[in-house]
């Protein structure tokens, strides 16, 4: 497949090699990485400094990755879906998310996704694979090229699951965050895992200012194995111990992702035993009233019932901040993901 071999998976070093064979100087590298990272240079006729010969050259040698966008789906609130097909025809979704301070990019890490969580629909469509680091760049590198450049954070929070594909997904948070990569500040990039504790631990000896985001939506193991087959493997005492220790050692704040759905994890009592969870250790919650997918069961709770949890967790000294849906009428939203528009 020419996606392992594609321009933005390459090291600068390998990319040196690669052009020397070539008869060419190292300098073009830099040439090349900061028409790509600086300029979002989307194919090699965009960077005009090189030869028409070398540009012919480096298209067969070390081609960008194919992300061809199959379609794109604009909101009223501005937020936009793209939807892209890969060398091999599998689909990947990625939403551009505007606010007045911030653009957010919602980045998918693998095509289909293997956890099976019960409320999500990017499961819905199976496992199909990882993305090569330059897929996972390559969506960042196309937004910015489309928006000019407006892209500030970032967030893997789109289809897959990032620690299931940990060595891709590192690698290209690097070059997200490197001065010679997109230079995007760590603190400005976040992982959201469904609780793989072996990436976690991975991840808190990594030495990186990147937020870590937990996706726990259920607040004891009854509810949380019926929603994600995960906990199974890592059931919460053990995924807890693992936040915790990752906020000892890194010193840096855990946000939990807590999904509110009506009469199962949005109750009296789940506030009480999230609070609990969550006792003594640095973490804070992102409360996110459920979208709900046509097919699946579950149901958003109603407004007083959010504002309830809230205030309980609120009581018991629990940090916590509600998200406010995005992109809802292009499905577009957490958890929306999925390809629609498969052959
Ligand atoms: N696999 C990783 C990355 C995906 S992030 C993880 O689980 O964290 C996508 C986020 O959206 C996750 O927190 C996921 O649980 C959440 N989500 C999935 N379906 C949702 C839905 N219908 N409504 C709201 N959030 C949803």
Same mark, same amino acid.
């Given at each position: 497949?020419?996606?392992?071999?594609?321009?933005?998976?390459?090291?600068?070093?390998?990319?040196?090699?690669?052009?020397?064979?070539?008869?060419?100087?190292?300098?073009?590298?830099?040439?090349?990485?900061?028409?790509?990272?600086?300029?979002?240079?989307?194919?090699?006729?965009?960077?005009?400094?090189?030869?028409?010969?070398?540009?012919?050259?480096?298209?067969?040698?070390?081609?960008?990755?194919?992300?061809?966008?199959?379609?794109?789906?604009?909101?009223?609130?501005?937020?936009?879906?793209?939807?892209?097909?890969?060398?091999?025809?599998?689909?990947?979704?990625?939403?551009?998310?505007?606010?007045?301070?911030?653009?957010?990019?919602?980045?998918?890490?693998?095509?289909?996704?293997?956890?099976?969580?019960?409320?999500?629909?990017?499961?819905?469509?199976?496992?199909?694979?990882?993305?090569?680091?330059?897929?996972?760049?390559?969506?960042?590198?196309?937004?910015?090229?489309?928006?000019?450049?407006?892209?500030?954070?970032?967030?893997?929070?789109?289809?897959?699951?990032?620690?299931?594909?940990?060595?891709?997904?590192?690698?290209?948070?690097?070059?997200?965050?490197?001065?010679?990569?997109?230079?995007?500040?760590?603190?400005?990039?976040?992982?959201?895992?469904?609780?793989?504790? /072996?990436?976690? +631990?991975?991840? &808190? =000896?990594?030495? %990186?200012?990147? !937020?870590? *985001?937990?996706?726990?939506?259920?607040?004891?193991?009854?509810?949380?194995?019926?929603?994600?087959?995960?906990?199974?493997?890592?059931?919460?005492?053990?995924?807890?111990?693992?936040?915790?220790?990752?906020?000892?050692?890194?010193?840096?704040?855990?946000?939990?992702?807590?999904?509110?759905?009506?009469?199962?994890?949005?109750?009296?009592?789940?506030?009480?035993?999230?609070?609990?969870?969550?006792?003594?250790?640095?973490?804070?919650?992102?409360?996110?009233?459920?979208?709900?997918?046509?097919?699946?069961?579950?149901?958003? /709770?109603?407004? +007083?019932?959010? &504002? =309830?949890?809230? %205030?309980?967790? !609120?009581? *018991?000294?629990?940090?916590?901040?509600?998200?406010?849906?995005?992109?809802?009428?292009?499905?577009?939203?957490?958890?929306?993901?999925?390809?629609?528009?498969?052959?």
């Amino acid at each position: 497949m020419s996606s392992t071999t594609d321009i933005l998976s390459l090291s600068k070093d390998t990319l040196i090699a690669r052009l020397a064979v070539l008869g060419e100087k190292s300098y073009r590298a830099t040439q090349i990485l900061d028409s790509i990272f600086k300029k979002y240079a989307t194919s090699y006729n965009d960077i005009t400094t090189l030869s028409k010969e070398l540009r012919e050259q480096l298209s067969s040698t070390v081609p960008f990755p194919i992300l061809k966008e199959t379609d794109r789906r604009t909101s009223k609130d501005g937020t936009i879906k793209f939807l892209f097909t890969l060398s091999d025809g599998e689909m990947i979704e990625t939403v551009f998310i505007p606010t007045e301070k911030r653009a957010t990019l919602c980045i998918s890490s693998q095509a289909g996704c293997k956890f099976g969580c019960a409320f999500c629909a990017s499961g819905l469509l199976g496992w199909k694979r990882n993305l090569t680091v330059g897929e996972i760049l390559g969506q960042v590198l196309y937004a910015q090229h489309e928006t000019k450049g407006a892209v500030s954070h970032i967030v893997f929070m789109g289809t897959g699951e990032p620690f299931d594909n940990y060595d891709n997904v590192l690698a290209a948070a690097k070059m997200l965050n490197a001065p010679e990569g997109f230079h995007i500040a760590a603190r400005h990039i976040t992982i959201s895992t469904c609780g793989v504790v /072996p990436g976690i +631990e991975r991840f &808190a =000896g990594e030495g %990186m200012q990147i !937020e870590l *985001s937990v996706s726990l939506h259920a607040s004891n193991d009854t509810i949380r194995s019926q929603l994600m087959p995960v906990n199974k493997k890592y059931p919460l005492k053990v995924l807890i111990s693992a936040c915790r220790a990752y906020a000892q050692k890194t010193n840096r704040q855990v946000t939990l992702e807590y999904i509110l759905i009506r009469d199962l994890t949005c109750t009296p009592m789940a506030a009480k035993e999230l609070a609990r969870l969550m006792k003594g250790w640095l973490s804070k919650v992102n409360l996110i009233p459920y979208n709900v997918v046509k097919e699946l069961p579950y149901l958003t /709770p109603s407004r +007083e019932d959010i &504002a =309830g949890f809230k %205030m309980m967790l !609120e009581r *018991s000294g629990v940090i916590c901040t509600l998200r406010a849906p995005r992109g809802t009428d292009i499905a577009a939203a957490c958890g929306q993901l999925r390809h629609s528009l498969r052959k």
